[in-house]
């Protein structure tokens, strides 16, 4: 499937063609740290496939449980983290994260993984209470009844 994405601030914009087989949510510890929030979700595209149409990325390396390099590119503007590579040569399978997907509404995860570092709420996300706008007005406080 063919997609296109950008940063918040849009300075950062991508096309790619994705393996619609591995739409995954990622519960790892990493993946928790780096998007500071619960879980993340990442589309991998078919090799090679990614193109960069404008912006020019900031990168960050870490190591992986595999011993493997993985390089990350975020905006360095708005700080938006768009994707994540292997390091050096060879064919480029990108996992863009599908926050920063348009099609993003389209793109229904297969599998999780990493769930033994998940939070343990997680499992229970339809039960707890949803409001289909803000919670309670900006600046101000709210009561839910429960
Ligand atoms: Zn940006
Ligand atoms: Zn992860």
Redesign the pocket.
């Known amino acids: 499937m063919k997609i296109d994405g950008a940063c918040h601030c849009g300075d950062l914009t991508y096309e790619a063609e994705l393996n619609l087989e591995q739409v995954l949510v990622?519960?790892?510890t990493?993946?928790q740290a780096m998007s500071a929030t619960a879980f993340?979700v990442?589309a991998r595209s078919k090799p090679d496939t990614l193109t960069l149409l404008t912006g020019n990325p900031s990168t960050y390396s870490k190591i992986g449980t595999s011993g493997a390099e993985r390089v990350l590119s975020f905006c360095p503007r708005c700080g938006t983290n768009v994707f994540s590579t292997t390091a050096g040569d060879g064919p480029k399978v990108h996992s863009i994260r599908t926050g920063s997907i348009r099609q993003r509404a389209e793109l229904v995860p297969v599998a999780q993984?990493?769930t033994r570092s998940g939070q343990p709420w997680v499992d229970s996300l339809s039960s707890i209470p949803k409001l289909e706008e803000a919670y309670g007005p900006p600046g101000g406080i709210t009561t839910y009844d429960r």
């Open positions: 990622c519960h790892c990493d993946c993340r990442v993984m990493w």
